[in-house]
Nanobody, 115 residues
């Protein structure tokens, strides 16, 4: 069982920045595809950003140019740098890791953007 532990959420004003981190408890982190999802109250969980084991990335259209996903395999960590935050980015952000038949989730971290 792999544990994913997120950190870095908080309250920020519109236009501000936050960096989320997710540390994975596995010694084969480099083979995992990693992603960040978010879920706002009353909404479905949605994919925000994804990074493959090879480092290829893709993003939800509304965050392109503002968010950057990256990974540091030496630290078993995936990051989400969020700039130019908007009130509509407010949600609980979840880290996800997938490899083969394995699919793991973190506990989530709250991001609140005030207007």
């Amino acid at each position: 069982q792999v544990q994913l532990v997120e950190s870095g959420g908080g309250l920020v004003q519109a236009g501000g920045s936050l960096r989320l981190s997710c540390v994975a408890s596995t010694n084969i982190f480099s083979v995992y595809a990693m992603a960040w999802y978010r879920q706002a109250p009353g909404e479905q969980r949605e994919l925000v950003a994804h990074i493959t084991s090879g480092g290829s990335t893709n993003y939800k259209d509304s965050v392109k140019g503002r968010f950057t996903i990256s990974r540091d395999n030496a630290k078993n960590t995936v990051y989400l740098q969020m700039n130019s935050l908007k009130p509509e980015d407010t949600a609980v952000y979840y880290c996800n890791g997938r490899y083969s038949m394995n699919n793991y989730w973190g506990q989530g971290t709250q991001v609140t953007v005030s207007s």
